[in-house]
């Protein structure tokens, strides 16, 4: 607990262990519908009834969107339930029927709850009326909506500059609330709208951007059920996108073959068990043909080394490469291949950890192949080198023609149920140019012309005391963001934070000298107005934008939707004067829909808006056009291998998500997938390196990062014997962010390393 954090809150919670027991992982994962798993979450936090209703009815045609992860829905849906354990997990934890208001606050100090850990401050349940956090108060207490308003207000107007003001958007909003925020941030007159994609798959928008001309994915999700090859690297489908096996498994009945790219064997796709079907298993096989360990950040010497071979094989046979394709679509053929030339076989080889034999395993599949896909997460994305990482498969793709054709091409498996949608409909700190001509014609005020800040630098904009005013729209920014210590410092140097939410987070107790707690609606609850039920829409991972439709009773009858608080504060605060209808938009969302038809590029298309499964947004990709590229050609590109150089005590640490998670939100204590229960503070070790360290199974360990001559530490850490490669080491998100620099990101991306830490350990 640091004593210069105002108040006595601490950042870390309560550290002691519980009794942790191990087991053999459990290698089978189930794809959609866990039922036993789900009906257990379900009924627990829900009750029967309000499980049954929920879980029926989501991801159907006139149904919510599942709240968890961004996989899209199939285009025929199933009449069989279409949702996840996870999936489950979420609405359950969403539409518990736990409360806590005024009462539990006035009871319960900021400083009191900070001592718990996240997964205690989650059970707590559903906020349920908005309240205040007064400067030197511990304890908050009831305000009306319209004071809050009022507060934000006068906050926002006392600002030197409307740029001393930020707005974070977590991806689970809808393009609706995220439309009506990103307007409200621009009226004001700031670009500051970090928001998690800058943590998240910033770096497949800047390499996809770069490389093909759209920041987005290019197939759709039929496209992977015909496709040859499916490459999966770095990401960890089993508990995070588990729909996305049901996918996979349907390719390889169509006789594809799936590749793991990955340190750890991941369940899931070493093993699936369908419980949709009768049979239960896939013929009994591990769901990835061929599994490549390779070491942690070192995808791109392990894909150089397989291109060299690939090229070798070309040379000789010329049919390897799609010379066609790359004649017409593709620039920078010959510098590619000169540079691989450069590279020593041997030394790629040593550094990607993978054995030759498999490697030549996988140039094999790929040699014949073209309808090849890559997918991708974290794994890829949160490193120094995160845009070179996917430039360096994007190389692989357009060199075998797998791009702009059916059952080929990009699929960046996107995180938060919303996030790339929020992106679509404006949420994003730098200028568009385009989309700022018309927002001045179809909105009628002139926005801001110069960047803002995205999460780094909104960081570093509060710790130095250039920004004032905090503001919200979901997520947990404290715990999401890298170095813990340095972001608490940060967000207390506020005046005002302001968090828009659904449950109790760190980022509640850690706050500005005055701070408001807004309870909203969840995605499974009814969105009424005058009687009538109201909708919104989200878009999924592969630019498809569908409807959703809440069914269950409020948490409360007062809390608001996100776009009625964005709404009523933007109309509180321009006072009814501005060329938006605030109000109105917020009572009315197809008149948010009608204006981001207008002002968002692709949105126009409104009558097939309102039916099943939705639309797609425009994609050049699919389109074959790179008109907007240089030559107007899609750019193969040279990436440099990275070298880590770590010294003999130090290990390659990746921060990743239990199966008992979302993101800062712990549903529970296990992870059995990985054979852990009942705790999270542990290190996955390979075993010859304990050997070598003097280790001994659930011996306790510091964790220490140190850059730029300074230490961070994360204490307390149980040390598991696990399947990963020698040097490198792997815990959970968010009790490692306290190790992440905050100055330590992608290039031009600014993703932050989460997924490459250079640590030591120290025996306790
Ligand atoms: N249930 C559940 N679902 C979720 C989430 C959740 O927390 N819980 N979070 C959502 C969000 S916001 C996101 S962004 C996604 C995250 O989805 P993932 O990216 O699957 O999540 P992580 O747990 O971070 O897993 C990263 C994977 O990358 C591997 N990896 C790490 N480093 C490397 C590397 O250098 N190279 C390669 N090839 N692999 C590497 C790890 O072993 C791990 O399997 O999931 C979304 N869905
Ligand atoms: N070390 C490390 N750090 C990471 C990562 C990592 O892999 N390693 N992953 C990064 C990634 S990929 C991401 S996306 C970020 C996630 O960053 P965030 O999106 O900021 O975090 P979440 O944990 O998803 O946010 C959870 C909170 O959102 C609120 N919430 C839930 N549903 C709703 C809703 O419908 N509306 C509103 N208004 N609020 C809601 C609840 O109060 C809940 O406590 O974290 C990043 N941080
Ligand atoms: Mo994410």
Redesign the pocket.
Known sequence: MASDFRRNVSIRGNQDFSEIKLGNPVRVAAGALGVKEALRHGFKEMGVVRSMTALLNMNQQDGFSC?SCAWPDPEKPSKLAEYCENGAKALAD?ATTSHIGADFFKKHSVEELSQLTAYEL?KFGRIIEPLVLKAGSVNYEPISWQEAYNLISEELNALNSPDEAIF?T????SNEAAFLYGMFARALGTNNMPD??N???ESSGVALGETLGIGKGSIKLEDLYEAEVVIVAGQNPGTNHPRMLSALEKCKQNGGKVISINPLRESGLVNFKNPQHLKGWISGEDMADLHLPVKINQDIPLIKLMLIKLATLDAIKNNIFDHEFLETYVDGYQELLNDLKTYDEKALLAQCGVALETINKAVNLLAKKSKIVVCWA?GLT?HKNGVENIREYVNLLLLKGAIGKPNAGTCPVR??SN?QGDRSVGIMHFVNKELNERIEKHLGFVPPSKEGYDTVGAMEAMHEGKAKVFM??????L????DTEYTAKAIQNCDLTV???????RTHLVTGKTALLLP????SEKDMKDGKLRHITIENSMGQVRQSRGLLKPASETIKS?PDIIAELAHTFFNGKHSIDWKGMGENYELIREKIDQVVKGYADTEKKSKGTGYYLPNNVRELDFSELPNGKAQLTINQVPQHKLNTNEYMLM???SHDQ????IYGLDDRYRGVYNERRVLFMNPQDMESAGLKKLDVVNITSTYDGIERTANKFKVIPYAIPKGDLAAY??E??VL?PYNHFSDRSKT?I??SIKVTLKKV
């Open positions: 709240p969403e989650n974070y977590s991806g689970r909003s998690c994609s943590m998240c798959h974290m949160q995180g938060h996030v919200c729209l979901g997520g947990n920014f715990m999401a963001a890298s968090q828009v939410s659904t449950k109790l987070n909203t609606y969840g995605r996100e921060t990743m998500r979302f993101n800062t939100t998100f968010p490692t962010n992440v932050p989460s997924k």
